[in-house]
């Protein structure tokens, strides 16, 4: 059994090596969360979903909408979205 267990703790920390050497040369690695968030600068809110964006009820961001025409927003066959960036910056321009 402790060969066992030495055999797999051989075999990972080969890999976690194996895995550091492959990205000597490039010390800022792109990781799984920097495609996410590269991911996001692009993304469209249905105006159905943008209250849990904004974390308030349905009723709370229909009338902030209502109250702020201003607010960016495509339409797209009829369909309104909110782009993800220009909205959270927006929120945060109103908050100040």
Known sequence: M?????????AAAGYFIGDGLKNFNNPSPNNVMSY?????????????????????????????IEEHPSIPHIIINGTVYYPKVKLREWLLKIEN
């Open 36 to 64: 996410l968030a590269e991911d996001d600068d692009h993304e469209l809110i249905k105006q159905n979903e943008v209250h849990y964006f904004m974390g308030v009820s349905k009723e709370d961001a229909a009338k902030l």
């Open 2 to 10: 402790d060969f066992i267990l030495l055999a797999i703790g051989i």
